[in-house]
């Protein structure tokens, strides 16, 4: 059984059939590619299976579980994290509160406790905290643990988009164009991180992206898409040597 | 190491905010027992103290939440008869410190069932709905309020909204509420030294809760919404949590403004937006989110027009040069960095003494 199933998804925006008939299985432990000119209808595709957008029609699972219709912080409790096209970091808290935040449900505590620092408070303070800085080592951002996020150099706001994602603990990340941009250099370092953290948190991971290097470098799989459809699928190399792919690349109509 | 650490980044701040507050206590009460202080300067502290309470309230909500509220001098209003009730039917029966405890409860509570009601419908929309919300919900509170006949006998509650007479009670029977005239005869519970002991428990309240958990997703759902969802904070109900703290902080500074005035009027001077505004007004010029900025903007701009009386003509172009003073030192970078460092070396001395 595959971990992300996708039937048939759709979605109009008004007259404009923005994902139409969207097919997609993700076996667990992928790195899979989603590409396609712009406009096709990548973000859309990520914006449903998180909530944002309802599907009008088509279904979603994960895992087995039907999660269609789910709200977005439901879906994130299912196992689904993400980060944006636009980077939508929380901007007046610091790195390590940005991933704390993400680490909401891994220490409860009351907000009496909360009001009064009292009970529990110290206790889960420490440990989300120690926590979070752990997260923060793996993508090399825990020396500026108290920057302001919104400070950091545009890199690295990429590389805490995707930490934040991670300390959610989802079975499946969805990284909207990680390497937009980025320079060449800070690319290279973007595809060791996504390759690392896929081995070791033992993670599948569906993204949307422009950088055919850095596609053809890492993902297994692709699947295209053009105008709201499926263009094409399959194993990386063969689908990039499709010439439909090539085409629909090129804006060669018909 | 890492425990020291944390305390450092965690407290950073908090504690001056009450070293200040009980330093201003500590002044006051000084000069006041000496005798130093004339009655008008006296009879302000109290109004300057519930006003820095609700601008600290309103922080939350507009600084931390991220959402504008317009209806906050509406909560006081809420706080401040709900208690005066309790107290008025309740005088005499029970020790007055008592009583004063149960009223701020009281007053606490309904304000923020009040809120909460507020907040259902408001909240989970996506916009600047609050404000317009607020801004009624205030007014219409405040002449409901005014308009309103209550008064108890021996067959129960009693309530018009045409004339005393209209009550049809009993000879015995106490009119608790008077129409325009308010409420008269509430037990004079609050003083200085308790407003500022609520006023450090607001103080605690609000920053302890902002660098929390709670406080964390609430930051979170005002930097971004779409994005708190992502990682599953649930965004209603952290809006709601936050909305309500704030209405009930400022039914708390109700309580203190009913338990200190002879007559409870429900006033546009007293309870009207402009009050919401004049609060809202200490805020931004506190600074958005900085909670020592509001209680040190509350007493200087509550105090400045006041005390400036005297100087009649003067009086207004001299506050509003003070305004402008007071916006240029919040917000320039330069004064910004200076006021760090001021801060900074008053927490080292604090720390050197072995007070913090
Ligand atoms: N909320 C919306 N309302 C109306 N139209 C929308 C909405 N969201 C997306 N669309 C439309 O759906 C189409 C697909 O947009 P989408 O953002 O998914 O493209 P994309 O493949 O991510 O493109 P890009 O590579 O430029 O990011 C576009 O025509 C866009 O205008
Ligand atoms: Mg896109």
Known sequence: ?254 | MLKKKMLSRNSKGRFTTYGIVIAAWIIMEIFMRAGLMSSHLEGLLVPMTYYAIVAVALNLCVGILGELSLGHAGFMCVGAFSSALFSLVTDGVMPDGVRFLIALVIGVIVSAIVGFLIGIPVLRLNGDYLAIVTLAFGEIIKNIINAMYLGVDSKGVHISFESQMALNMEPEGKTLINGAMGVTGTPHDANFTIAVILLLLALVVVQNFIDSRDGRAVMSIRDNRIAAESIGIPVTKYKMLAFTISAAIAGMAGVIFSHNIATLQSTSQYFGYNVSIMILVYVVLGGIGSIRGSVIAAVILYLLPELLRGLNKYRMLIYSVVLIAVMIINWAPKAIEKRTAFFDSIRKGMKRNGTA
Not at chain 1, 19 to 45: Q, R
Not at chain 1, 85 to 99: A, Y
Not at chain 1, 187 to 211: G, N, P, Q, V
């Open chain 1, 1 to 254: 059984m595959a971990l992300l199933e996708v039937k048939d998804l759709g979605i109009s925006f008004g007259g404009l059939q923005a994902v139409d008939n969207f097919n997609l299985s993700i076996e667990k432990g992928e790195l899979y590619g989603l590409i396609g000119p712009n406009g096709a209808g990548k973000t859309t595709v990520f914006n449903l299976l998180t909530g944002v957008y309802k599907p009008t029609a088509g279904k979603v699972f994960l895992d087995g579980t039907d999660i269609t219709g789910h709200r977005t912080e439901e879906i994130n409790k299912d196992g689904i994290a993400r980060t944006f096209q636009n980077i939508r970091l929380f901007q007046q808290l610091s790195v390590i509160d940005n991933v704390e935040s993400a680490l909401h449900s891994f220490e409860k505590y009351s907000t009496f406790e909360a009001m009064f620092h009292c009970g529990r408070y110290a206790g889960a303070e420490k440990k989300l905290r120690e926590k979070a800085l752990e997260i923060l080592k793996v993508f090399d951002l825990d020396m500026m643990s108290e920057i302001l996020s919104s400070n950091l150099p545009y890199g690295q706001q990429r590389k805490l988009e995707i930490a934040r994602a991670m300390a959610t603990e989802p079975k499946l990340l969805l990284l909207d164009e990680p390497a937009a941009g980025m320079n060449p250099n800070e690319t290279a370092e973007l595809m060791d991180t996504i390759s690392l953290i896929r081995d070791k948190f033992d993670i599948t991971i569906l993204l949307i992206e422009h950088d055919m290097k850095l596609v053809s470098g890492i993902c297994e799989k692709v699947t295209v898409l053009n105008f709201g459809k499926v263009l094409a699928e399959g194993e990386t190399k063969k689908v990039l040597a499709d010439p439909e792919v090539i085409r629909a690349y090129l804006g060669d109509d018909e």
